[in-house]
């Protein structure tokens, strides 16, 4: 484990570009490394017809060209939104969901740190209600980023009721910009959803929500597609945010949600540390993915 | 996923060009292993894990092993199946508890898997069976996961030793460590260690991990992973084994719709059983593993495999061959029909059957058309027959005849109408299975078949359109056959009941088999 880059294909794929010229191994283990990286079948596929067409069109034997192809097929593709986030209402509505254990909360205090650092100033609403502890966890994380939090009257308090309060209290107080953190729920929990779309009503009769982001755990394989269908439908998700890519996960999935759904990313995070979020760059991400 | 439909429709796609054979062509397995791969991908098993197991699937389902009892598409559905409860359930087990209490459970994973959740769901289970369990807190990274972890224990209803406040402050061994002998003091037998989450990259925390194991010397390891992990399963499964070595593991979050093809990955990859799903964030939202229904789960194949396990169980292979022996030898009697017509009955009911078959949407219409009581009435009037008669139906004279009827409660005109259909149909049966083309004027190939009777057969068959036939007129009888059950040949119809495929080694072969199969089922 401790060889391994993290987030990175060039392991994966040394063997393929040591060789000389480009044949059917080559091939193969550029397949094999796609899928290893969690693109899945279709994206692989596409991915490796491309590719050959690419190196038929120009006539080339070397796996550097190859290579280097790959990156530019890959970059091309996540390139093909705007990675931009939209904050300039005041006070910009951002709402963060996902399901259960992608990293919420800890993405809202890397966030928050982000656009204080920034000199902006920013209220958390903590409307995860459910989980035991989700306002504390979140309650620390503020005071770490130097953000307001505002937290439930009692427990159990509706999260719709919460995030409004929220979005009150940062127009009496002029925040620029408010956070609202939500309980995480699996795509499949009908009940779940609905509240999220509750929420999201309930906010916008106070002020239009400026942002509307999907936390996504590059661990995830496939299932990624269908949280982002689910989550888009119920609270129209405007951005992805990619966290634990300092693991050994690859989240080459995130090019099948972006195609899938149309929705770019926007941030991704790298670390529990307050300062690992960054904003989303297709060319540096391409980089790092393909080595 | 959904754009691909599930497994049990692509494959349904791949063998509508299969025609019934008794084993199974390279070409054919080879097409369906491609299937399957997909399918594995889609359901997030590891790349590895996929091949290594597409070639013992190809191998087997080349091989001799050879299930008589079902078509071919559904032979490599079983193997695949079989193989895959293997992996997941070889080594199924219990937890262990130490022989001298307290059993010191720690719980280990990424971030987010659940450990936390994990851990009140455990005490409350342990506190239902009677045992005194104790959660301790030894996450003292995540913010706030000390207070997580209290409030998880107030709701379980068990005490929970956190001494340190957490948020970064403390050193988790120390807790682990004191953590037991506050438990044998307090006497509680069970001791649940709460672990932060850790990347299987992170040198640092693993060590920290291996020193909480070493500290506490755990009776169980037990690795919590998120059943909806993608192919990274594998490379953090190795590093957790090689940094605590886990003795099980745990699958959460399996209330979503992932397929969870990681756990079949972990599994093949550690050779470390899995011990408990987890399904929902309710405490009690936590059970122990079932292999079969994530087997299903995992390849989406779950009326395939409720038919086929129906058709294993009741499709008795000997009996069948006995019956095909018989009729070749012209001792085909009425005995005999009856103990088929029990063996099908034995299915359960046969609209069912067939609904379940892949492709057997379109014949809906005449499965209505079809009344299963007509198999029971006819078994009532055979069954109102002396042992002589059934073995030598010349013997039904008029008044013979009569006290069949009123002892079956069915009219004379019922019984006739039986002894003459099974004449008409032993007579063409022997012929079929003598290699022949039934001879029946004005009936078609199946003379209105048994049981079923009363034209319905015919009817049936007239609706059905389409197909080309088989210019061998053994195959094309057992084409007929299978149009007349309202079963489409294409759709692995050919085995509509389940028990067609019988191959013949010596004596009659497997279509000639199958066709009388079916019209004994008929």
Same mark, same amino acid.
């Given at each position: ?12 794929? &040394?063997?393929?570009?040591? &060789? ?89 205090? %890397? ?68 956070? +609202? ?7 499949? %929990? ?53 966290? %634990? ?14 195609? %899938? ?12 540390? +307050? ?17 | /996923? ?104 720690? !719980? ?22 009677? *045992? ?31 001494? =340190? ?16 002998? *506050? ?32 500290? #506490? ?57 899995? #011990? ?58 009425? =005995? ?19 609904? /379940? ?14 009344? =299963? ?13 002396? #042992? ?127 066709? !009388? ?6």
């Amino acid at each position: 484990m401790a060889e391994r880059t993290p987030w990175s294909l060039s392991g994966a794929l &040394r063997g393929m570009f040591a &060789r000389k010229t480009i044949d059917d191994d080559t091939w193969e283990e550029l397949e094999d490394a796609l899928i290893g990286a969690d693109f899945g079948p279709d994206t692989t596929e596409a991915i490796v017809e491309h590719l050959r067409e690419q190196v038929a069109k120009y006539r080339t034997t070397d796996p550097a060209d190859l290579k280097r192809m790959l990156r530019e097929t890959v970059e091309e593709r996540l390139a093909q939104y705007d990675t931009t986030l939209t904050l300039s209402n005041r006070p910009a509505v951002v709402l963060v969901v996902g399901v259960n254990g992608v990293g919420k909360t800890t993405t809202i205090g %890397k966030f928050a740190r982000f656009l204080v650092g920034h000199g902006r100033s920013v209220l958390v609403g903590a409307a995860d209600t459910f989980r035991a502890a989700a306002v504390e966890q979140l309650a620390t994380w503020s005071e770490r980023a130097g953000a307001q939090i505002v937290r439930p009257q009692h427990e159990g308090q509706d999260p719709a009721s919460v995030a409004y309060q929220t979005v009150e209290r940062a127009r009496a107080t002029g925040a620029e910009i408010v956070l +609202i953190d939500t309980a995480g729920r699996l795509q499949t %929990k009908a009940g779940l959803m609905d509240e999220l779309s509750k929420v999201r009503r309930v906010v916008e009769k106070l002020e239009p929500i400026a942002e509307v982001l999907l936390v996504l755990d590059a661990t995830t394989g496939q299932n990624g597609v269908s949280q982002a269908q689910a989550f888009i439908e119920h609270a129209g998700v405007t951005g992805l945010v990619i966290t %634990k890519l300092d693991g050994s996960a690859k989240g080459g999935f995130v090019l099948a949600v972006q195609e %899938k759904t149309g929705i770019p990313i926007k941030l991704i995070g790298q670390g529990e540390g +307050i300062g690992d979020l960054t904003g989303f760059t297709p060319h540096v991400y391409a980089q790092k993915l393909v080595g | /996923m959904a754009v691909f439909g599930t497994l049990s429709d692509r494959l349904a796609d791949t063998f509508k060009n299969l025609r019934s054979k008794g084993k199974l062509s390279a070409a054919d397995v080879d097409g369906t292993v491609r299937e399957i791969r997909r399918a594995l991908l889609d359901a997030d098993v590891a790349l590895d894990v996929v091949k290594a197991f597409t070639t013992r699937v190809r191998e087997r389902a080349l091989g001799d092993e050879v299930n008589r009892a079902l078509n071919p598409a559904q032979q490599v559905v079983q193997i695949v199946n079989d193989e895959l409860i293997q992996i997941l359930g070889g080594q199924q087990r219990r937890l262990e508890f130490a022989k001298n209490p307290p059993t010191v459970i720690m !719980l280990a994973g990424l971030q987010g898997a659940g450990k936390t959740t994990l851990a009140g769901k455990l005490a409350k289970w342990l506190a239902e069976q009677q *045992h005194t369990p104790m959660l301790v807190a030894a996450d003292l990274q995540r913010p706030n996961a000390v207070t997580q972890l209290q409030i998880v224990g107030e709701q379980a209803g068990v005490p929970v030793f956190a001494p =340190e406040p957490g948020n970064g402050v403390g050193d988790p061994v120390k807790v682990a460590k004191n953590a037991i002998k *506050h438990a044998i003091d307090k006497q509680h037998d069970v001791v649940i260690v709460d672990t932060a989450g850790r990347l299987g990259v992170d040198a640092e925390m693993m060590k920290q991990a291996r020193d909480i194991r070493k500290a #506490i010397d755990p009776d169980e390891v037990l690795f919590v992973i998120d059943a909806m992990i993608g192919q990274d399963a594998v490379a953090t499964a190795k590093a957790f084994q090689e940094g605590v070595d886990f003795t099980g593991v745990v699958l959460s979050k399996l209330d979503g719709d992932a397929r969870g093809g990681a756990a079949l990955s972990v599994a093949s990859v550690t050779g470390r059983p899995i #011990i408990f799903a987890s399904t929902g964030e309710g405490l009690s939202d936590f059970e122990p593993f079932h292999p079969d229904r994530m087997a299903s789960r995992i390849l989406d194949l779950g009326d395939i495999l409720t038919l086929i396990e129906q058709a294993q169980k009741q499709f008795d292979e000997e009996e069948a061959r006995k019956v095909a022996e018989k009729l070749a030898s012209d001792t085909f009697t009425l =005995e005999d029909f009856l103990a088929q017509m029990q063996q099908v009955k034995k299915m359960g009911s046969l609209k069912g059957m067939l609904s /379940m078959l892949p492709g057997a949407k379109g014949m809906r219409e005449q499965l209505e058309n079809f009344d =299963e009581r007509e198999i029971t009435r006819t078994e009532a009037i055979i069954q109102s027959m002396t #042992i002589a008669e059934r073995r030598n139906p010349k013997l039904l004279n008029g008044s013979r005849r009569l006290r069949i009827a009123k002892g079956s409660g069915m009219t004379v005109t019922d019984v006739n109408q039986l002894v003459a259909r099974f004449e008409q149909a032993a007579k063409m049966m022997k012929t079929v299975a003598r290699g022949g083309v039934p001879q029946v004027p004005g009936m078609g190939p199946i003379p209105g078949g048994f049981g079923g009777g009363r034209g319905k057969a015919a009817k049936a068959k007239g609706k059905k359109k389409g197909g080309s036939r088989s210019g061998n007129p053994a195959k094309r009888a057992a084409e007929e056959a299978a149009r007349a059950t309202g079963v489409t040949p294409g759709a692995g119809g050919g085995s509509g009941f389940g028990l067609g495929g019988a191959a013949g080694a010596g004596g009659p072969s497997a279509e000639e088999l199958e066709s !009388l199969q079916k019209l004994l089922g008929r």
